[in-house]
């Protein structure tokens, strides 16, 4: 079975500062790791995904690591925008079922302008 | 297009009776997911559908709850009877064939059992 964690429950950062937001996993069976956002009263949004065969992947202001020893994964985020505050979620993806996604906890991030 | 469309978007009910809730998924996605959101256990998959038929729902809580999706456009998850216990937000997902983890959610019920 595989357990996402996300031990910050939240994290402010200045505008236009670098956001970190972290996540562990406990079985490295299962591959693909993805993030989402959400915002109060909507569902989640797609953000960025990671295969273990990469180390890293970009998208714009957006990059996920993978660090498969330490079974870590990260979200930066520079330069950061108050638009960014929102919860973001660490999922996996992977095992037998297709699709079956396993969230983390969530972490509150908050840019300050 | 208009996105998952979920319906209610807010239901207050007593304990006991029983609920509906309704899902469009996105025209030609494939895949339809139900998933729970609550203070204690977090974001959760339900069950999950691929070309109406279910797949997975191993994570259905009990037999008080229960799914289907009579064709591609409309699905359903009804709660019965239902407990003050499952008040939480239950979100709708779909997802092309292909692109299953890259899942697009609806807005969301927030289900309240008094």
């Known amino acids: 079975d595989q357990q996402v964690k996300q031990n910050s429950p939240s994290l402010s950062v200045q505008e236009g500062r670098i956001s970190i937001l972290n996540c562990d996993y406990t079985n490295s069976m299962f591959d693909y790791f993805l993030w989402y956002k959400k915002y109060p009263a909507e569902g989640p949004t797609f953000l960025i995904s990671i295969s273990s065969i990469k180390d890293k992947n970009e998208d714009g202001r957006f990059t996920v690591f993978l660090n498969k020893s330490a079974k870590h994964l990260s979200l930066h985020i520079v330069p950061s925008q108050p638009g960014d505050s929102a919860v973001y979620f660490c999922a996996n993806a992977g095992g037998t079922s297709y699709g079956k996604l396993t969230f983390g906890q969530g972490t509150i991030l908050t840019v300050h302008p | 297009d208009a996105g998952v469309i979920q319906s209610p978007r807010h239901e207050v009910t007593e304990m006991g009776q029983e609920v509906t809730l309704r899902c469009k998924p996105i025209?030609?996605?494939?895949?339809l997911f139900w998933y729970r959101q609550t203070m204690m256990r977090g974001l959760e998959l339900l069950i999950y559908f691929n070309n109406n038929v279910p797949i997975d729902d191993s994570g259905m809580p009990e037999d008080r709850f229960s799914a289907k999706m009579p064709n591609a456009s409309f699905s359903t998850l009804k709660i019965q009877p239902s407990e003050p216990r499952d008040s939480a937000v239950y979100f709708c997902?779909?997802?092309?064939?292909?692109?299953?983890?890259?899942?697009?959610f609806g807005p969301g019920t927030r289900l309240t059992v008094l």
């Open positions: 025209s030609g996605h494939d895949y």
């Open positions: 997902a779909s997802s092309p064939w292909g692109s299953y983890n890259e899942q697009f």
